[in-house]
């Protein structure tokens, strides 16, 4: 199996160690086997926290009482005890909307940078078993890991999508072992409410070990399980971030910075009545508050916008590649990470939504964005239980989505389009002067592969088939991004904008800059 090396540059700063504070210390440690006969937390999963010093724990309780998440540095424990220094992190408990039972979660404060942490979530009598998670650099270089659909359950087979899912974590992280975030395109299980599906997915022990930053697809947008499992900071729960009913249904935006990077995560189920403008408003005020702080923009959302195959020309998306491309270039985002599609696909460097640079050849290996370029990438499945094969332009269903001249088999925006019917994941590493995009085989044709398995695909490999599969940890794509370094968020000062968005009568989404 070839694993990727990542070869990085660190730069190494100092930082006033902080102190793990707004807790109080919790003595003694009862191990997790000294509970076997009491109800423990399930579902653990390790989220990101507004920051790199924070993180947030949530999981399924199995009553109401009172919880928290104790931690302490990994060296300080003895024969798995943790000490009388451990720190305890209150947890909010509250009951499941579905499903019965309660939801907790916690904000782990106060970390320090290049530590190891165990920790632990209940309360005496009834720990669940001890995990741990490391910290890197607070600055500098650093690669995280993107995961499309896992979308467990939608072979029919949940056993077979859950080993799918895991393999393809543990290959990414074999190959990435100081990957610092997993970045989810949304659909993390088949039917919204499904608490087996919910099992599978969370089965994965690096789910507690490196945090996970969730996106609402559409199949969990429909019911209140992708709330109650996952708890995101900074997040806006306005009604206009939500499909439909809130009481009903799991929505809400929330963004976050880590290291040099603004991440902003959009509900794109919602994107009717004036929903893509709400949007749009919110990305804006985040980057006007925040983005002089980081040196590139990341948006995820769901829907790809610049499908390579079944989606390509729903309404949705038709009405998302009016309302979104503009705003997006005005705004100096980088990278767009969306899902959906379960294929993959890496667009040219798209402004104000037609392409930047007419003559971008087809899968260019380097790219410079230039003012307002954005890379829109459509990641494949991580779990093998769906695949789209890919689809020719129908200009009969979009006029304005046709094909490349430079390559007509493609879709206009796209540069690479892939399908090969294997497990796949995208790596992106964050440097100083560029962001290095690659789509990594995690599987191949044979098992863990449920769509394959189960024969819902009549072929497997590239070239539909024609190739054999080429092998766990090869590249599919790989592409540097140059970035436009004159801009807003990198360069606070004289290039910064201030922009308000609005909404014409026919229902165009416009910025305006006020700065």
């Not at 659909?149 to 393809?168: E, L, R």
């Not at 991004?481 to 360069?491: A, C, L």
């Given at each position: 199996?070839?694993?990727?090396?990542?070869?990085?540059?660190?730069?190494?700063?100092c930082?006033?160690?902080?102190?793990?504070?707004?807790?109080?210390?919790?003595?003694?440690?009862?191990?997790?086997?000294?509970?076997a006969?009491?109800?423990?937390?399930?579902?653990?999963?390790?989220?990101?926290?507004?920051?790199e010093?924070?993180?947030?724990?949530s999981?399924?309780?199995?009553?109401?009482?009172?919880?928290?998440?104790?931690?302490?540095?990994?060296?300080?424990?003895?024969?798995?005890?943790?000490?009388?220094?451990?720190?305890?992190f209150?947890a909010?408990?509250?009951?499941?909307?579905?499903n019965?039972?309660?939801?907790?979660?916690?904000?782990i404060?106060?970390?320090?940078?290049h530590?190891s942490?165990?920790?632990?979530?209940?309360?005496?009598?009834?720990?669940?078993?001890?995990?741990s998670?490391?910290?890197?650099?607070?600055?500098g270089?650093?690669?995280?890991?993107?995961?499309?659909?896992?979308?467990?359950?939608?072979?029919?087979?949940v056993?077979?999508?859950?080993a799918?899912?895991?393999?393809?974590?543990?290959?990414?992280?074999?190959?990435?072992?100081?990957?610092?975030?997993?970045?989810?395109?949304?659909?993390?299980?088949?039917?919204?409410?499904?608490?087996?599906?919910?099992n599978?997915?969370?089965?994965?022990?690096?789910?507690?070990?490196y945090?996970?930053?969730?996106?609402?697809?559409?199949?969990d947008?429909?019911?209140?399980?992708?709330?109650q499992?996952?708890?995101?900071?900074?997040?806006?729960r306005s009604a206009?971030?939500?499909?439909?009913?809130?009481?009903?249904?799991?929505?809400?935006?929330?963004?976050?910075?880590?290291?040099?990077?603004?991440?902003?995560?959009?509900?794109?189920?919602?994107?009717?009545?004036n929903?893509?403008?709400?949007?749009?408003?919110?990305?804006?005020k985040?980057?006007?508050?925040?983005?002089?702080?980081?040196?590139?923009?990341?948006?995820?959302?769901?829907?790809?916008?610049?499908?390579p195959?079944?989606?390509?020309?729903?309404?949705?998306?038709?009405?998302?590649?009016?309302d979104f491309?503009?705003?997006?270039?005005?705004?100096?985002?980088?990278?767009?990470?969306?899902?959906?599609?379960?294929?993959?696909?890496?667009?040219?460097?798209?402004?104000?939504?037609?392409?930047?640079?007419?003559?971008?050849q087809?899968?260019?290996t380097?790219?410079?964005?230039?003012?307002?370029?954005?890379?829109?990438?459509?990641?494949?499945?991580?779990?093998?239980?769906?695949?789209?094969?890919?689809?020719?332009?129908?200009?009969?269903?979009?006029?304005?989505?046709?094909?490349?001249?430079?390559?007509?088999?493609?879709?206009?925006?796209?540069?690479?389009?892939?399908?090969?019917?294997v497990?796949?994941?995208?790596?992106?590493?964050?440097?100083?002067?560029?962001?290095?995009?690659?789509?990594v085989?995690?599987g191949?044709?044979?098992?863990?592969?449920?769509?394959?398995?189960?024969g819902?695909?009549?072929?497997?490999?590239?070239?539909?088939?024609?190739?054999?599969?080429?092998?766990?940890g090869?590249?599919?794509?790989k592409?540097?991004?140059?970035?436009?370094?004159?801009?807003?968020?990198?360069?606070?000062?004289?290039?910064?904008?201030?922009?308000?968005?609005?909404k014409?009568?026919?229902?165009?989404?416009?910025?305006?800059?006020?700065?």
């Amino acid at each position: 199996m070839k694993l990727i090396n990542w070869a990085r540059t660190r730069v190494a700063t100092c930082v006033t160690a902080a102190v793990l504070a707004t807790a109080t210390a919790f003595g003694g440690g009862v191990g997790a086997a000294h509970a076997a006969d009491q109800a423990t937390p399930t579902g653990i999963i390790l989220g990101v926290g507004a920051n790199e010093s924070q993180r947030v724990v949530s999981w399924y309780a199995p009553t109401s009482a009172a919880q928290v998440v104790q931690v302490a540095p990994t060296s300080r424990l003895v024969h798995g005890r943790f000490p009388a220094s451990a720190t305890t992190f209150p947890a909010t408990v509250a009951a499941n909307t579905v499903n019965g039972g309660y939801n907790g979660h916690a904000t782990i404060n106060g970390l320090r940078e290049h530590t190891s942490y165990s920790y632990r979530v209940g309360t005496t009598g009834g720990w669940s078993p001890t995990y741990s998670f490391k910290t890197q650099d607070f600055d500098g270089d650093y690669s995280f890991l993107f995961f499309g659909d896992p979308q467990i359950g939608s072979s029919g087979d949940v056993a077979k999508d859950g080993a799918g899912w895991m393999d393809t974590l543990n290959v990414a992280l074999a190959a990435n072992p100081k990957t610092e975030l997993l970045v989810s395109g949304g659909d993390q299980v088949e039917s919204a409410n499904t608490e087996t599906q919910w099992n599978a997915f969370l089965a994965p022990d690096k789910l507690r070990q490196y945090p996970w930053a969730a996106t609402i697809g559409n199949h969990d947008v429909g019911g209140k399980a992708y709330e109650q499992h996952f708890w995101t900071p900074n997040t806006d729960r306005s009604a206009g971030f939500y499909r439909g009913n809130p009481s009903t249904e799991s929505g809400g935006d929330y963004w976050f910075i880590y290291k040099d990077v603004l991440f902003i995560d959009l509900n794109s189920n919602a994107y009717a009545n004036n929903a893509d403008a709400a949007h749009v408003d919110y990305v804006t005020k985040v980057v006007n508050a925040h983005g002089a702080k980081a040196k590139y923009t990341v948006l995820v959302y769901h829907h790809s916008i610049y499908s390579p195959a079944d989606h390509a020309n729903d309404a949705d998306n038709q009405q998302r590649r009016q309302d979104f491309p503009t705003a997006f270039s005005k705004l100096g985002v980088d990278l767009v990470l969306q899902g959906h599609d379960h294929s993959y696909s890496r667009s040219y460097v798209i402004k104000n939504g037609k392409k930047a640079n007419p003559a971008e050849q087809p899968g260019a290996t380097q790219v410079a964005q230039g003012p307002g370029g954005v890379i829109y990438v459509t990641a494949n499945s991580a779990s093998g239980s769906k695949y789209y094969d890919l689809t020719a332009p129908d200009t009969t269903q979009d006029p304005n989505y046709g094909p490349d001249p430079l390559n007509p088999k493609n879709h206009w925006a796209n540069s690479v389009e892939n399908q090969e019917h294997v497990r796949t994941y995208v790596t992106v590493e964050v440097q100083k002067n560029k962001l290095v995009v690659e789509n990594v085989r995690s599987g191949t044709c044979t098992a863990p592969n449920a769509a394959v398995e189960l024969g819902k695909v009549s072929w497997c490999g590239p070239n539909s088939g024609a190739t054999p599969a080429k092998p766990v940890g090869s590249l599919v794509d790989k592409v540097v991004v140059h970035p436009y370094t004159d801009r807003g968020h990198s360069h606070p000062g004289p290039g910064r904008h201030d922009w308000t968005v609005s909404k014409t009568q026919q229902g165009v989404v416009t910025l305006t800059d006020v700065s």
